[in-house]
């Protein structure tokens, strides 16, 4: 498995040479290595479409915001790339404003917002990385995206002269 960033990037563009020549962005997702395996397996099982981050951590720490149209790296929790993906939307909510059909988005758990709502306070309450940590109306930057790399695999369907009949009652 390749494990420079570099020469990751050099196999995607030998693949689909329309890939911008610069290489994205890389990081992972959540805090720890363990939650970056988790998430990037939701992703990878095409599971989870979307994530969440706190504006007042891009703030922090100076990071540009996430654009449509951006392409990233996503590595797994050792630092690998394992993905590459495509920003389609963002918006910046309160965090009691984030909706059900986003939670349903990231994946995770039961995929409700009451689970949403939970593990992300918490989180930031954990890992934030302003001082301000977690408040009901805190801003949050509500991301969709797209898995670029890997694509699917295509199922492979039975020729019509070899499925069963169809039986009508």
């Known amino acids: 498995m390749t494990t420079t960033l570099e020469d990751f990037w ?13 290489v994205p962005e890389a990081w992972s997702f959540g805090a720890t290595p363990e ?13 989870k479409d979307g994530t969440a981050s706190s504006l007042w951590d891009y703030e922090a720490t100076g990071d ?3 654009e449509a149209g951006e392409l990233s790296i996503v590595t797994d929790g050792a630092g690998v790339p394992r993905a590459v993906i495509e920003t389609t939307d ?3 909510v309160p965090f009691d404003a984030v ?13 409700t917002l009451k ?8 989180y930031w309450r954990a890992h934030s990385e302003n001082p301000r940590g977690f408040e009901p109306g805190m801003p949050v930057v ?3 995206f797209r898995l670029i790399w890997p694509t699917p695999t295509p199922t492979p369907t039975a020729p019509a002269e070899t499925q069963p009949p169809t039986v009508s009652a």
Do not use: Y
């Open 35 to 47: 939650q970056a395996d988790e998430l990037l397996g939701l992703v990878l099982r095409r599971v």
């Open 142 to 144: 509500c991301e969709r």
């Open 115 to 122: 689970h949403w709502r939970r593990v992300h306070e918490a």
């Open 64 to 66: 540009p915001l996430p």
């Open 90 to 92: 963002v918006r910046i």
């Open 10 to 22: 050099s196999e995607r563009r030998a693949e689909d040479p329309e890939l911008p020549t610069e």
């Open 99 to 111: 909706g059900a059909e986003h939670a349903r988005a990231e994946g995770e758990g039961d995929r």
